[in-house]
T-cell receptor, first 109, second 113 residues
Framework: GQNIDQPTEMTATEGAIVQINCTYQ??????LFWYQQHAGEAPTFLSY????GLEEKGRFSSFLSRSKGYSYLLLKELQMKDSASYLC??????????FGAGTQVVVTP | NAGVTQTPKFRILKIGQSMTLQCTQD?????MYWYRQDPGMGLKLIYY???????DKGEVPNGYNVSRSTTEDFPLRLELAAPSQTSVYFC????????????FGPGTRLTVT
């Protein structure tokens, strides 16, 4: 079956670094997405990985290891506005994204 | 560009009632999707469409119907509302599938009592 696992909640201090892990077992793989979702709002795109390695975008980086079925999202220099849910989503085929339950990141002063 | 718009924002239905959730995008995207998100859960795909006249089932299609008569519009129909359909519904679109990010609408919060 399809399974995407990520921690339920993480807490970190403003200015710190947080790493959100995502492990997946899916019947196919055409890439992995990370989305950010603030409470009561729609998800917004953060990153996409299809090849192994690290993709860096400003304060956010995403890593993928296809052989291990593993990805992480790294948030650096945390700001209060980064408090949100972070969704890992795998594309097993034809755009049918499979989402994890999301990791709630709480940034404290 | 307005992006992806959804109406209504909120709705309360009685069990057995029907309604249509509207979704429109102005980005000329071929692919459109309907998701539902239950509290503390990730999004689950209900239906998707790869172009006008073409729709297919996602992970949780039971109790829903869709149509795609134009590129811009992708309405979701609930025929006999049940309490299990209480959820937040998101419509999304993308230029193509696979590597292209999906753009989400603001969501419709539906309660069935």
């Amino acid at each position: 079956g399809q399974n995407i696992d990520q921690p339920t909640e993480m807490t970190a201090t403003e200015g710190a670094i947080v790493q959100i892990n995502c492990t997946y077992q899916t019947s196919g793989f055409n890439g992995l997405f990370w989305y950010q979702q603030h409470a009561g709002e729609a998800p917004t795109f953060l990153s996409y990985n299809v090849l192994d390695g690290l993709e860096e975008k400003g304060r956010f980086s995403s890593f993928l290891s296809r052989s291990k079925g593993y990805s992480y999202l790294l948030l650096k220099e945390l700001q209060m506005k980064d408090s949100a849910s972070y969704l890992c989503a795998v594309n097993p085929s034809w755009g049918k994204l499979q989402f994890g339950a999301g990791t709630q990141v709480v940034v404290t002063p | 560009n307005a992006g992806v718009t959804q109406t209504p924002k909120f709705r309360i239905l009685k069990i057995g009632q029907s309604m249509t959730l509207q979704c429109t995008q102005d980005m000329n995207h071929n692919y459109m999707y309907w998701y539902r998100q239950d509290p503390g859960m990730g999004l689950k795909l209900i239906y998707y469409s790869v172009g006008a006249g073409i729709t297919d089932k996602g992970e949780v299609p039971n109790g829903y119907n869709v149509s795609r008569s134009t590129t811009e519009d992708f309405p979701l129909r609930l025929e006999l509302a049940a309490p299990s359909q209480t959820s937040v519904y998101f419509c999304a679109s993308s230029y193509q599938e696979s590597s292209y990010e999906q753009y989400f609408g603001p969501g419709t919060r539906l309660t069935v009592t």
